[in-house]
Structure formats: C-alpha cells, structure tokens
C-alpha cells in the first residue's frame, strides 16, 4: 500500500529538518512500513522543489550503488539517483566545515559534463560518450540524514541518494583516449592511500552508469541537460571522513582533486 499525500510530505519534513539542523533521524522505513522505492523518490522530488523554491538550481546529477557491495548490503541490483545543487558544489581545496555534515564519508570518481543533452530511454554508453564534453576526477561527499546510517534503499533514496557536497577537479577534454574503465582511482586520508579502485567497478565502465541514469530518468521525464555534469559513482568504497582529515583523490589521466574538513 503506497503512502499517501500526508504521509509523503511529513515524511520529507523529517528530512528536510533533518538537513537543516544536522541532526539525524530514525529510518524512515522504520515510521513509514510501507514505503517503497517510488514514495521514496516522491519524498526526494518533494525537497528538490522546496529548495528550488528557496533559489537552488540543479547543476548535476548523482548516481549511487554502483558497486557490487553496495548494491548487496542494500539488497538491489541497481543503482540508484540524486540532484546536486549550486550549493552542494565545493571549489577544489576549500575548506569545508564539519557541521554542514551529519556522519559525512567520501568517494573518488569521474564527474561528466555534458555538452548535449541526454534523454532515455535507450541511451547507451556511446551516446553518452558522444555528449560529453569533459570529465574530471571528483571527491563526493555522501552523507546520512538517517542515523548511523542504518539505511535501506528507500531511505538512501528519499534522502536524496544520500548526497552530502561534491569537490570537482580540473574539467579534461574528453576524448576517446581516455580509457575510463582501466582508469585507477586512489583515495588517501590525511596523506595515507586507503583505498583504490579502477573505473571498471562502476558498472563496467563509468559512462555506461551515465547512460543508465538517463534512462531511469526518462520515466520521470527528466533530461540531463547541456552544461549540467553527473557523478558517475564511486571506484572505491565510501571512508568516512572527521574534523581535521583531508582527503585526496587522484584519477589516472585526470588529475587529482582535495578537501579539508575543518
């Protein structure tokens, strides 16, 4: 049984206070049984438009659960998907503060920015290879209004994919010498590599994640716009990340991108 109208908007009145004042919530499958990945991405559409409202402007796209693990703790076989606003965009090296987090962790990956629109359904990897016109090594910032992230997929999705900010790199031609799934991620942590990973893991190859989000779109009748980019989805596992750490992403053939947490 879906959740109704009331049920819809006081469920994403629990996220949005919850973003505001930094001060995570239970699940909200634990409030809501009957919530579904639909009501889920109803509860997402729903805090889009009140920031929307607010003066926000979407600038980018985000893509979750590409990996095997993740998709499997979550118990999926898909990805899922998010918005990133003009206000989730941090410059490269800034400092950002803590409390703009609830429990924040941080992901490498391959941000692509689009020159043509891409609308599913039927979009392929090489079409969107075809409408991109550059891509650059990123660090995502993913972060939990639920607490302890003690998620189920309809709560990461309502929750916005669990989107926190994203730290963007220099923008690279693309070209077709850029080999995206052989390319190698390295992730460190106050000047340690804790984790790397090469683009293959983010469903074979990062621009077939692009052309899926496209497509899980068209039913929404969403297009990814000219000059919007998307995250494509992490090649390592998300390490969290505390006040004082800076975290560092290098991409083969991209560069490198940090933040600090301060």
């Not at 004042?21 to 997402?44: C, E, F, G, M, W």
């Amino acid at each position: 049984m879906a959740l109704t109208t009331e049920e819809l908007n006081a469920a994403a009145d629990l996220l949005h206070a919850a973003h505001l004042n930094r001060a995570p919530i239970a699940p909200l499958t634990a409030r809501y049984r009957a919530l579904s990945v639909d009501n889920a991405y109803a509860i997402q559409k729903i805090n889009l438009y009140r920031r929307l409202q607010l003066g926000r402007t979407v600038v980018g796209h985000k893509i979750g659960l590409t990996s095997e693990p993740m998709q499997t703790l979550l118990g999926v076989d898909e990805p899922d998907f998010g918005y990133v606003l003009d206000d989730m965009v941090v410059p490269d090296g800034r400092a950002v503060p803590a409390d703009w987090f609830c429990a924040p962790r941080v992901e490498p990956e391959i941000a692509f920015l689009l020159h043509t629109a891409l609308r599913g359904p039927g979009v392929t990897a090489d079409d969107v290879r075809a409408a991109t016109g550059a891509v650059a090594v990123a660090l995502e910032i993913v972060d939990s209004r639920i607490a302890d992230w003690q998620i189920t997929l309809p709560d990461t999705v309502a929750d916005n994919a669990s989107s926190g900010a994203v730290v963007l790199g220099e923008w690279v031609p693309f070209s077709a010498a850029l080999d995206l799934p052989n390319a190698r991620a390295s992730l460190r942590l106050n000047d340690t590599e804790i984790d790397t990973g090469l683009g293959s893991a983010v469903l074979g190859d990062p621009a077939t994640a692009v052309a899926w989000l496209a497509n899980a779109l068209a039913p929404y009748d969403i297009e990814i716009a000219p000059g919007q980019f998307v995250m494509s989805g992490s090649f390592t596992s998300a390490a969290f990340i505390h006040r004082g750490d800076r975290a560092d992403a290098a991409i083969t053939g991209l560069g490198t991108v940090s933040l600090y947490l301060d």
